[in-house]
């Protein structure tokens, strides 16, 4: 073999060598590339992940506290009405329009209350919408035993006492239903907090 023979051999093997070279860096490059922008697309993934469950967290503390709220707002215009007609028990009351105005707010603010526990079972599971159920059941209770001492105290046909009794009742069971169905939520949303974390 001649010298421009080997010459051009040793050419066409340090072109392969420089192309196969090449050709294996182009690889691994690719690979590099998709490990990483696959370990971006995780990272991605997860920090999604806990804006998700932050959201969900968020959402679910919402619901507890407008719902808790309501049932505060329940309980006072409770009161309220159970204050108007005792003014009546007492005889102190006049035209009935004061009477009339407090249960129109009471059931106002308990239609308002059964729009909250919707809400809420948008965002509880099954256990915690029935909790929030019962405490429904407890505070339509209050005001049926509400409308009924009214009802007694303006009409005076028979004495308000036996309904004043079963109000101050369902009022005390509603206020222990409520404390119970808080702690309850607290810990739901303990738990949900560390869950984010």
Do not use: C
């Not at 993934?45 to 804006?51: G, I, M, R, Y």
């Not at 959201?55 to 329940?74: C, K």
């Not at 009351?93 to 249960?103: E, H, P, Q």
């Not at 707010?105 to 029935?130: K, N």
């Amino acid at each position: 073999m001649d010298e421009g023979a080997a010459a051009i051999w040793a050419a066409g093997i340090g072109v392969g060598g420089v192309v196969v070279t090449a050709a294996a860096g182009w690889f691994s490059s690719i690979r590099t590339g998709r490990a990483q922008v696959d370990a971006a697309l995780a990272g991605v993934n997860a920090q999604a992940e806990v804006q998700r469950q932050e959201a969900v967290w968020q959402a679910r503390r919402d619901a507890y506290a407008s719902f808790l709220g309501q049932i505060e707002v329940m309980k006072r215009a409770i009161a309220h009405m159970q204050a108007t007609a005792g003014m009546y028990e007492e005889g102190l009351g006049r035209s009935g329009a004061d009477l009339t105005a407090a249960k129109e707010a009471m059931a106002r603010t308990f239609e308002v209350l059964w729009f909250r526990e919707s809400a809420l079972r948008l965002s509880v599971d099954t256990d915690e919408a029935d909790r929030a159920e019962a405490l429904m059941v407890l505070a339509r209770r209050a005001m049926e035993h509400a409308e009924d001492f009214a009802d007694a105290a303006w009409s005076a046909q028979r004495g308000p006492y036996e309904p004043g009794r079963r109000l101050d009742a369902a009022m005390r069971e509603l206020h222990g239903g409520v404390l119970e169905w808080t702690r309850t939520a607290r810990r739901n949303l303990e738990g949900g907090a560390q869950a984010t974390d």
